[in-house]
């Protein structure tokens, strides 16, 4: 087991960056915690990231077996993906000076994201190790919900992914839908495509007393309490959500009910908020909610719990949303997601909670699967209490054993791939 080396490639974030401040984003968390897991159970995991700062470490050591390298490729300050893919070589050329260095080869290379997998090509190429793809998102699909041209992923884009689906030895899927769209869209091999299922943080996302909660965070004790938690982008339909509220006290005005918004950067003036942050707010204006929206701003791992506990309800209204580990951790406080039908966490909500599952773009049918949940207690009650306990299988640990075991399972049909 000790000679197990995985080499986790996440060129375009820090994995630790979540832990610093830095913009809330899914495949940092999952890059992270699925390490983590790997490391305690017995694997060497070294995550190569370029640097954004010139006083980040060189090397952070995140346990006995877990290292995050920062590699110089390029200016070390925060720059478009557009831009840090010209680096890649550079990226590459650090990757293996460090590994010659350190005297260490590597069983396996991981990638996720696009710009990863450009460098897993080249790393696979010259260890001679097999390639596993995570795509977290896949430009395709971004395409087909993008409002506008800005919005849009490039065709060089497309075609690199085209180009991983087969390079890749394996390529894991966050849910059954993206597995889907691989092999059909992207023409992927189904016997080397697999689903891996995010975990969560079962010791940090637990259940906690909700009036503690909302007084943690300054929260009203008379109104409900909607949350939403994530980037701040078009694709996360939140405007949805604000239309939604509109509606919501048109149908429901004695209903007391505020929604906050976890992310994005409100450290400036709002003049200077980025731009989507900003036409979030002018829609507040317009529809008159501004009373009843709070942009709180982004927030630590350790302090999200506070607030999906101190939420009554917690939407992710995505037009395309490859998993939503946000939404899992939600239901692990204990606290209902009402999600859209597109998003990869929707498949694991049974018929029995319908009532949670909505269509994208559609404010009065969410203002309606709101209002059926806050007005109806006996129907809030009875999914409170099966939400919690359906998620205490998506452990990271068990995902860790997942990722194992669907190596080892594709190392019949390739031998190198054998965590």
């Given at each position: 087991?000790?000679?197990?080396?995985?080499?986790?490639?996440?060129?375009?974030?820090?994995?630790?960056?979540?832990?610093?401040?830095?913009?809330?984003?899914?495949?940092?968390?999952?890059?992270?915690?699925?390490?983590?897991?790997?490391?305690?159970?017995?694997?060497?995991?070294?995550?190569?990231?370029?640097?954004?700062?010139?006083?980040?470490?060189?090397?952070v050591q995140?346990?006995?077996?877990?290292?995050?390298?920062?590699?110089?490729?390029?200016?070390?300050?925060?720059?478009?993906?557009?831009?840090?893919?010209?680096?890649?070589p550079?990226?590459?050329?650090?990757?293996?000076?460090?590994?010659?260095?350190?005297?260490?080869?590597?069983?396996?290379?991981?990638?996720?994201?696009?710009?990863?997998?450009?460098?897993g090509?080249?790393?696979?190429?010259?260890?001679?190790?097999?390639?596993?793809?995570?795509?977290?998102?896949?430009?395709?699909?971004?395409?087909?919900?993008?409002?506008?041209?800005?919005?849009?992923?490039?065709?060089?884009?497309?075609?690199?992914?085209?180009k991983?689906?087969?390079e890749?030895?394996?390529?894991?899927?966050?849910?059954?839908?993206?597995?889907?769209?691989?092999?059909?869209?992207?023409?992927?091999?189904?016997?080397?495509?697999?689903?891996?299922?995010?975990?969560?943080?079962?010791?940090?996302?637990?259940?906690?007393?909700?009036?503690?909660?909302?007084?943690?965070i300054?929260?009203?004790?008379d109104?409900?309490?909607?949350?939403f938690?994530?980037?701040?982008?078009?694709?996360?339909?939140?405007?949805?959500?604000?239309?939604?509220?509109?509606?919501?006290?048109?149908?429901?005005?004695e209903?007391?009910?505020?929604?906050?918004?976890?992310?994005?950067?409100?450290?400036?003036?709002?003049?200077?908020?980025?731009?989507?942050?900003r036409?979030?707010?002018?829609?507040?204006?317009?529809?008159?909610?501004?009373?009843?929206?709070?942009?709180?701003?982004?927030?630590?791992?350790?302090?999200?719990?506070?607030?999906?506990?101190?939420?009554?309800v917690?939407?992710?209204?995505?037009?395309?949303?490859?998993?939503?580990i946000?939404?899992?951790?939600?239901?692990?406080?204990?606290?209902?997601?009402?999600?859209?039908?597109?998003?990869?966490?929707?498949?694991?909500i049974?018929?029995e909670?319908?009532?949670?599952?909505?269509?994208?773009?559609n404010?009065?049918?969410?203002?309606?699967?709101?209002?059926?949940l806050?007005?109806?207690?006996?129907?809030?009650?009875?999914?409170?209490?099966s939400?919690?306990?359906?998620?205490?299988?998506?452990?990271?640990?068990n995902?860790?054993?997942?990722?194992?075991g669907?190596?080892?399972?594709?190392?019949?049909?390739?031998?190198?791939?054998?965590?």
């Open positions: 087991m000790n000679n197990k080396r995985l080499a986790v490639i996440l060129y375009h974030t820090c994995p630790l960056s979540d832990e610093v401040d830095a913009e809330i984003g899914g495949a940092n968390v999952y890059v992270l915690e699925l390490s983590k897991a790997l490391a305690k159970k017995g694997y060497f995991i070294d995550i190569f990231t370029r640097s954004q700062s010139e006083e980040s470490p060189r090397v995140v346990n006995e077996r877990l290292r995050v390298i920062h590699v110089p490729a390029g200016p070390q300050a925060p720059m478009s993906k557009k831009a840090i893919e010209l680096y890649i550079e990226f590459l050329e650090y990757l293996y000076s460090f590994a010659q260095k350190e005297g260490i080869s590597y069983n396996t290379v991981s990638c996720h994201y696009y710009l990863s997998g450009i460098a090509v080249e790393i696979k190429k010259k260890f001679g190790i097999p390639l596993v793809m995570t795509f977290h998102t896949l430009a395709l699909m971004k395409n087909l919900v993008a409002r506008s041209d800005e919005e849009r992923e490039s065709n060089e884009r497309i075609e690199t992914e085209l991983l689906v087969k890749s030895d394996l390529i894991v899927a966050t849910g059954e839908t993206d597995s889907q769209y691989i092999q059909y869209l992207y023409d992927g091999d189904p016997k080397k495509i697999a689903v891996l299922t995010p975990g969560v943080n079962l010791d940090l996302f637990k259940p906690m007393d909700k009036i503690k909660a909302k007084n943690s300054k929260a009203s004790l109104k409900k309490m909607i949350v938690v994530g980037r701040i982008e078009p694709l996360k339909g939140i405007d949805v959500l604000l239309y939604a509220l509109k509606i919501l006290r048109g149908t429901h005005p209903l007391k009910v505020c929604v906050w918004i976890v992310g994005g950067d409100i450290s400036h003036d709002a003049e200077e908020w980025p731009p989507e942050l036409k979030l707010s002018e829609i507040r204006e317009i529809l008159d909610i501004h009373t009843s929206v709070k942009f709180v701003g982004r927030k630590k791992p350790v302090e999200l719990p506070k607030y999906y506990n101190a939420a009554d917690m939407v992710m209204p995505s037009h395309y949303e490859s998993f939503g946000t939404a899992v951790e939600s239901m692990a406080c204990g606290t209902p997601v009402i999600t859209t039908d597109v998003t990869g966490v929707s498949r694991l049974d018929k909670h319908s009532i949670l599952i909505t269509s994208a773009n404010p009065i049918m969410l203002s309606q699967r709101i209002s059926g806050l007005c109806d207690k006996k129907e809030y009650e009875k999914v409170v209490s939400l919690a306990q359906n998620v205490q299988d998506l452990s990271w640990d995902a860790a054993s997942h990722f194992i669907l190596c080892k399972s594709c190392s019949k049909d390739n031998n190198d791939l054998s965590l």
